[in-house]
């Protein structure tokens, strides 16, 4: 069963910017399709970034171009550094693998609160 712990975030003004650290336990972190995902209070969870099979990454319209995912393999982390966030961006951050499947376990989530 793979652990993960994220961690980084915290309250940010608009326009500001965070990088989000996940710690994902296990031997084969370097075979898995990792993704950022958030949660709004009320609303359904989201995927907002991720890495495809063939090492690219894709982003949700409503984060690109402020957004960026990126892992390092040596060290069983994946990483999301946030800038100009924006109010809307409020939320809890998860990472997980991608597709997410039944037998997966979620973390605890990094709250990410944007406001003045």
């Known amino acids: 069963q793979v652990q993960l712990v994220e961690s980084g975030g915290g309250l940010v003004q608009p326009g500001g910017s965070l990088r989000l650290s996940c710690a994902v336990s296990?031997?084969?972190?370097?075979?898995?399709?990792m993704g950022w995902y958030r949660q709004a209070h009320g609303k359904q969870r989201e995927l907002v970034a991720r890495?495809?099979?063939?090492?690219?990454?894709n982003y949700a319209d409503s984060v690109k171009g402020r957004f960026t995912i990126s892992r390092d393999n040596a060290k069983n982390t994946v990483y999301l550094q946030m800038n100009n966030l924006k109010p809307e961006d409020t939320a809890v951050y998860y990472c997980?693998?991608?597709?997410?499947?039944?037998?997966?376990?979620w973390g605890q989530g990094t709250q990410v609160t944007v406001s003045s």
């Open positions: 890495f495809t099979s063939g090492g690219k990454t």
């Open positions: 296990g031997t084969f972190f370097r075979i898995y399709v």
């Open positions: 997980n693998k991608f597709p997410v499947v039944s037998r997966d376990s």
